[in-house]
């Protein structure tokens, strides 16, 4: 879940912070007289309240600090918004591309590039490639707001390769080919192609006409692809796709978990996540009892016109400092930690003694460890320097994230997507369901986007 678009204090203190790099205590403070850092998220975390107390205590133990960990599992938009309006003080905020993009035009977080230009670590571009400073860089604004999370990676096809051998098919690089592919699946396995979670995750196939997601500046001014006529020979496809059950019916519903889960039990053959995922859903197989011989790879978008290829890397997942945080420089402390290898250690493996084992070097998961897949918020941190542990474990990942590097694209950001995205939901959605032609989804789509002002032509 994405913060909302509106996740803004309604009241900003005036806090600055301080030029030193300073220190979250020392290991002669006492428990009462260390500081407390006050993270927020709904991504990073352990899979449970005692898990999260344990990754609260793991955060403490490495920064001497104490660590109020709030983890908000479910209306996260609402309840960080509720939190940082009411003027309590947060520290850290995880947040997203579009929620950053909101909270930068806002002035609710604080601009850390001067800390960041004097970190040994965040300053390492082997630790944070320029790319990835690139991607957080908020246009038409000056500073950086935030420090990245995670490798985000990229949107793509993952399909069941083991039945993909069976049945004889070829890798699909046309929308053609991915419906034979669906027909196929549908005829010899009784299942769906394709699932969806809404419009979350088409870019894939919106790649076969060359548009790209979100926002597009045309000599200055927004446009959105998606609510163009350029889009309407998509949006007929899945119109087909539905038509012809082909596609999971309750894509509208769908969230990206339900999506997991029916690929994970063998009711759909296709759906569109991250590489990343890749390898989860693998490993995920043998602890899930899936049947014998499961085989989750990626594949690229279907080519367009000119033969390129798109999909779109994920939206950037950063932490960020709001501007009334009690404790900035602990905040920024914790920041660069995160990047370090025991802050990639704890995102990805987990909490030690509760997810694994470690003895002179040699790692070993748990039974919770395995169980949770080695995704504690930083699957797979960005630093180029990170090798998993487990390299059995990586299974389908290298090819998926070459399809990125290869193929991938950073969507334009800007403040008013997430109230675009949602009237461009809602138009494709009754296009793909054939409550509106494609034409007229895309034209009334294109008309209320223009009347609020979200797109300039």
């Known amino acids: 879940m994405r913060l909302n678009s509106q996740l803004v204090p309604a009241v900003l203190a005036t806090t600055v912070i301080a030029a030193a790099l300073a220190g979250c205590g020392n290991s002669t403070n006492t428990a009462a007289n260390e500081p407390t850092l006050t993270i927020v998220s709904n991504v990073v975390g352990g899979k449970n309240p005692q898990e999260n107390q344990a990754f609260a205590d793991e955060i403490g133990q490495a920064l001497h600090c104490k660590v109020n960990f709030i983890n908000v599992p479910a209306d996260y938009t609402q309840k960080v918004q509720s939190m940082m309006s009411s003027g309590q003080k947060l520290d850290v905020i995880y947040a997203t591309g579009p929620d950053l993009a909101q909270l930068v035009k806002s002035g609710a977080v604080v601009d850390l590039q ?84 809404q419009i979350y995750d088409i870019e894939p196939f919106m790649s076969a006409v060359g548009i790209k997601n979100q926002y597009v500046m045309d000599n200055g001014k927004r446009t959105i692809p998606y609510a163009s006529a350029a889009a309407i020979p998509v949006y007929e496809w899945l119109h087909k796709l539905f038509a012809d059950q082909l596609l999971d019916p309750n ?26 995922w890749v390898p989860m859903l693998n490993n995920l197989a043998n602890t899930q009892g899936a049947a014998q011989g499961f085989d989750a790879e990626a594949l690229p978008g279907a080519a367009g016109p000119d033969g390129k290829i798109l999909v779109s ?66 699957p797979q941190p960005i630093d180029t320097g990170w090798k998993n542990p487990f390299p059995d474990l990586q299974k389908g990942y290298a090819n998926a994230k070459q399809i990125g590097v290869k193929y991938g694209y950073q969507p334009y950001t800007l ?6 995205n949602v009237i461009v939901a809602q138009y494709a959605v009754n296009a793909i369901m054939g409550k509106l032609s494609a034409q007229d989804a895309v034209s009334q789509m294109h008309a209320e986007l223009l009347s609020k002002h979200l797109v300039d032509e």
């Open 114 to 197: 001067s800390k960041i230009q004097q970190s040994t670590v965040l300053n390492d571009k082997n630790v944070v490639p320029q790319w990835e400073w690139d991607d957080i860089k908020i246009p038409q604004t000056t500073g950086i707001y935030a420090v990245p999370v995670k490798y985000q990676g990229a949107l793509m096809p993952i399909v069941r390769q083991d039945w993909m051998a069976e049945l004889g098919l070829a890798q699909p690089k046309t929308l053609n080919d991915f419906y034979n592919v669906f027909q196929t699946i549908k005829q010899k396995k009784g299942v769906y192609g394709l699932t969806l979670s």
């Open 251 to 276: 894509f509208v519903t769908n969230k990206t978990s339900d999506e997991r889960n029916l690929f994970l039990s063998g009711q759909v053959g296709m759906f569109n996540y991250w590489d990343a």
């Open 313 to 378: 890397t994920g939206d950037t997942s950063v932490w960020a400092m709001p501007k009334n945080a009690a404790n900035p420089d602990l905040a920024f402390k914790f920041m660069e930690w995160w990047n370090t290898k025991p802050g990639e250690i704890l995102g990805s493996l987990g909490v030690k003694g509760t997810d694994y084992t470690e003895n002179n070097g040699q790692y070993q998961l748990t039974q919770t460890g395995t169980a949770e897949n080695m995704d504690h918020g930083d």
């Open 415 to 420: 403040p008013d997507w997430n109230n675009a």
